[in-house]
């Protein structure tokens, strides 16, 4: 396979100490590329970054009406959060309403993310439960639904469970991909992850930020979804998360989400595009990195939005006495095809 | 720049999820190229994968003779150890004796690596100091070295300081490179890193592994340090870290040192060669991969040795549940660069 182009480069004193490749594609909700660099029909695993596709039939299906689901709720089913406490308590109290408990989940356990509640966990030796797992909103989502349609949720992530059935016709249909003909790897909390192109995993996001041509339910459900997102951005992440802290600055234009291995998405309802990214060595540094100048260049930020950013558009590399070393920058590469993009 | 090969690649499922591009190379003493993949000229910033010839002069200024340094402190000094408690404490004593204490040591505080140690530490609410880095045995090293000649030790660490001009000199010389006309950087403990051609840094570990053809002095000490570092494997790294593991499972054959962003470099006593690799983007799980297939190449491993390393041979990647999702894997052609490796 041929090179994708280094996109983002990590820099020491003068000189580039690493690099990473990558490739991106921004895409309208038929498919069409706006924008692109490196290889668009690399396959990917998006990982997290299908979240907020993943919980379209939590919609569909009439749970999230039948239990009154509310907006952090569906937030958080679009979620990687961070396991801080706000978070735990609104899955723990989420699963109370539907008649389960975190035992039901079957993510697995995570420990806390942001150093915080991190250490405290530790200080106060917190028993940790599935319900602090980065995952546990999408599966309290999935959960939902099979209480909803009346499916035992035992086994609910196994690719043959009514769960996933669902998950992956919707995840089919809005990507225009044939997931039988994919491959099919578990991902980190357990459910399928298919390996599909990145133009695909696109035109999915693009579809959701442009739903005009879906079926009405289909619609109403990207609709909802992405709202939700805009206005719980802290239980998409948690705090100083890069998606919250996007969708805190741009909360008008952008959806963004990440998955672990270098891949990000992002819904742009107001432009109508879709964008997916992955940095083929999986980093996410340079993921953050290069989603960001793809963001700024769409025109998704205002001024003020920019500034807001700032730890992201400059990601400084201090020694640990605190001085500057380096940078995480985006190639020349990375801004001349951005800057080459089709005017939209 | 031609791009590098994939020497690492990560699977999920069936697929390939992420590509770990990368060079290195093994030389013997004289700087021949033994074996290679990628381009042997990318100049390199070593990070801590030098330590082991940074120390060099805390030996030949007579400073280790004159404190009478103990087998494990000149392990230290070659060290990126994890702060568990014993790394400290003997770290703590060695200071003690040159009339020193952490408050002296001026590589910036780093929380402990290993999650037993982080823990306790959070648990307890320890005060963290300078000695818990993974850089502070080679600080120690550089102040005994100063209160051995004279030198005041404060800014030790800055370019023109005694301490690093001897330590660049010595540098330079083993790695047979003018280090005034390279890239000059700050690594993460605030000393100077040279942004150095790949080949240059093997060739400097060749001449730690085969001393025949240096200065009585400066073989001595590549002796002694390398003995030092069998010797004392855990306090080179530590508990299950990569080249403590390796030393252990390889005591006669390998000396091996790694640094940040994805470099790894080894003396091979028995061989009189050295290596010196570095992954494109920084990982280190790609550089752990690489480099224990390039020493198996390179028979360092017994039977036995290679069944104490199965978890860097055959790295898995699970779920958070606890399942098998894929594994970390050399690509075919690192095995194919190892394979047409000239007889040794």
Same mark, same amino acid.
């Given at each position: 396979?041929?090179?994708?182009?280094?996109?983002?480069?990590?820099?020491?004193?003068?000189?580039?100490?690493?690099?990473?490749?990558?490739?991106?594609?921004?895409?309208?909700?038929?498919?069409?590329?706006?924008?692109?660099?490196?290889?668009?029909?690399?396959?990917?695993?998006?990982?997290?970054?299908?979240?907020?596709?993943?919980?379209?039939?939590?919609?569909?299906?009439?749970?999230?009406?039948?239990?009154?689901?509310?907006?952090?709720?569906?937030?958080?089913?679009?979620?990687?959060?961070?396991?801080?406490?706000?978070?735990?308590?609104?899955?723990?109290?989420?699963?109370?309403?539907?008649?389960?408990?975190?035992?039901?989940?079957?993510?697995?356990?995570?420990?806390?993310?942001?150093?915080?509640?991190?250490?405290?966990?530790?200080?106060?030796?917190?028993?940790?439960?599935?319900?602090?797992?980065?995952?546990?909103?999408?599966?309290?989502?999935?959960?939902?639904?099979?209480?909803?349609?009346?499916?035992?949720?035992?086994?609910?992530? $196994?690719?043959?469970?009514?769960?996933?059935?669902?998950?992956?016709?919707?995840?089919?249909?809005?990507?225009?991909?044939?997931?039988?003909?994919?491959?099919?790897?578990?991902?980190?909390?357990?459910?399928?992850?298919?390996?599909?192109?990145?133009?695909?995993?696109?035109?999915?996001?693009?579809?959701?930020?442009?739903?005009?041509?879906?079926?009405?339910?289909?619609?109403?459900?990207?609709?909802?979804?992405?709202?939700?997102?805009?206005? $719980?951005?802290?239980?998409?992440?948690?705090?100083?998360?890069?998606?919250?802290?996007?969708?805190?600055?741009?909360?008008?234009?952008?959806?963004?989400?990440?998955?672990?291995?270098?891949?990000?998405?992002?819904?742009?309802?107001?432009?109508?595009?879709?964008?997916?990214?992955?940095?083929?060595?999986?980093?996410?540094?340079?993921?953050?990195?290069?989603?960001?100048?793809?963001?700024?260049?769409?025109?998704?930020?205002?001024?003020?939005?920019?500034?807001?950013?700032?730890?992201?558009?400059?990601?400084?590399?201090?020694?640990?006495?605190?001085?500057?070393?380096?940078?995480?920058?985006?190639?020349?590469?990375?801004?001349?095809?951005?800057?080459?993009?089709?005017?939209?």
């Amino acid at each position: 396979m041929s090179a994708n182009p280094i996109l983002v480069e990590v820099t020491r004193g003068p000189a580039v100490e690493s690099r990473h490749r990558g490739a991106f594609v921004v895409v309208d909700a038929s498919g069409k590329i706006v924008c692109a660099a490196g290889d668009p029909n690399m396959p990917v695993y998006p990982r997290s970054s299908a979240k907020p596709l993943q919980a379209i039939p939590l919609i569909e299906s009439g749970a999230a009406d039948r239990f009154g689901l509310t907006d952090r709720e569906l937030a958080l089913a679009c979620a990687s959060h961070q396991g801080e406490p706000a978070h735990v308590r609104a899955i723990e109290s989420w699963l109370a309403r539907i008649g389960l408990s975190p035992g039901s989940l079957e993510c697995g356990v995570q420990a806390p993310r942001t150093p915080e509640a991190s250490e405290d966990a530790i200080r106060k030796g917190i028993r940790l439960t599935p319900a602090y797992h980065n995952c546990s909103g999408k599966h309290s989502g999935f959960l939902t639904a099979c209480v909803a349609c009346g499916n035992n949720p035992s086994g609910y992530i $196994e690719p043959d469970h009514p769960a996933q059935r669902r998950v992956t016709a919707t995840l089919g249909e809005m990507t225009d991909c044939d997931l039988t003909r994919v491959a099919l790897g578990r991902d980190g909390c357990g459910i399928p992850v298919y390996h599909l192109p990145l133009q695909n995993l696109a035109t999915g996001m693009a579809r959701l930020a442009d739903p005009s041509t879906q079926p009405k339910a289909r619609a109403e459900a990207a609709e909802r979804l992405l709202n939700a997102m805009a206005s $719980e951005p802290f239980y998409v992440n948690g705090t100083g998360g890069f998606t919250t802290e996007v969708m805190k600055a741009a909360p008008r234009t952008v959806r963004a989400k990440g998955g672990f291995e270098g891949v990000y998405t992002a819904a742009l309802p107001t432009k109508g595009l879709g964008v997916a990214l992955k940095i083929e060595d999986g980093a996410m540094r340079a993921a953050e990195c290069a989603m960001v100048h793809i963001l700024q260049a769409l025109d998704c930020f205002s001024a003020r939005g920019e500034e807001q950013l700032d730890q992201f558009f400059n990601a400084i590399i201090r020694t640990f006495a605190g001085n500057i070393a380096g940078s995480v920058r985006p190639s020349a590469s990375l801004t001349s095809s951005l800057s080459s993009r089709l005017s939209l």
